[in-house]
């Protein structure tokens, strides 16, 4: 198939991870759908940066926590070309919270987290599937996070839900095979906006500094570090499914100091 005519659709994209991901596969010529729930201004400008890469896109509005608004995402995608090739589910949420301060979370917090994290990432592959099968190739990347391995993070309901969606990406990449590949990328500190704006500017300084003199690799995440080995999930590893990928330059091998 012609490069150009590659369809990946990216989840929470008008920042960060998704939109770097969506940023470099403009850049290899796909044609992107953007998506976002309320920051339309960082979507644009993502939307943006794709098509001055060449590509075509659609900017399409949804929380993948609604099932008709997956559907929606899906059906944009097929009604504008005809096929979806690859899907990122990056869209995610948290709530931050001491994991030693139990009343710190209700049962709602689960429930907006799971919404977003797993039932979310879960819908999206449902409402795409169809199409990658009738295809007879595809390629799922959910974006989850070391703190699914090591069950540490910003809340207790944000690491059960990734230690969920790892699980879910395990179960579907069985299921879902020999079409469709289904992997997921876990990344440790990611340097950004969503993690400062959620520990306050300190706390964010001193768990960078933390982070980077006590792992291996001695080096926090950009989210153009983790584009990279999404991409290369989607375009290559053609062997690979089922798999996690740790990318925490080696928080999860490090001698506890």
């Given at each position: 198939m012609p490069v150009n005519e590659r369809v990946a659709i990216v989840t929470g994209s008008a920042t960060g991870v998704g939109a770097a991901t969506a940023r470099l596969l403009a850049s290899k010529g796909w044609r992107i759908v953007v998506n976002y729930t309320k920051s339309e201004a960082e979507a644009r400008d993502t939307e943006a940066a794709c098509r001055a890469a060449g590509t075509e896109t659609l900017l399409v509005r949804g929380d993948v926590a609604d099932d008709a608004d997956c559907r929606r995402l899906a059906a944009a995608a097929l009604d504008a070309w005809g096929?979806?090739?690859?899907?990122?589910?990056?869209?995610?949420?948290?709530?931050?919270?001491?994991?030693?301060?139990?009343?710190?979370?209700?049962?709602?917090?689960?429930?907006?987290?799971y919404a977003v994290n797993v039932v979310g990432a879960y819908q999206m592959i449902r409402a795409c599937a169809p199409a990658m099968k009738r295809q007879g190739k595809g390629a799922v990347v959910n974006v989850s996070s070391i703190a699914g391995v090591t069950g540490m993070g910003s809340s207790v309901a944000y690491a059960a839900s990734k230690a969920a969606l790892n699980s879910i990406t395990v179960t579907l990449a069985r299921a879902l095979g020999p079409e469709i590949r289904v992997n997921a990328v876990c990344p440790g500190l990611i340097e950004g906006r969503w993690l400062r704006d959620g520990l306050g500017e300190k706390v964010y300084d001193a768990l960078r500094e933390r982070y980077r003199s006590t792992?291996?690799?001695?080096?926090?995440?950009q989210p153009e570090d983790v584009a990279e080995c999404i991409v290369w999930l989607i375009e290559g590893a053609q062997l690979v499914t089922g798999e996690l990928l740790l990318l925490d330059a080696g928080m999860h091998i490090a001698v506890p100091r």
């Open positions: 096929r979806i090739d690859a899907l990122v589910n990056n869209a995610g949420v948290t709530r931050f919270a001491d994991h030693r301060d139990l009343e710190a979370l209700q049962a709602q917090d689960f429930q907006r987290v792992t291996p690799l001695q080096r926090t995440a």
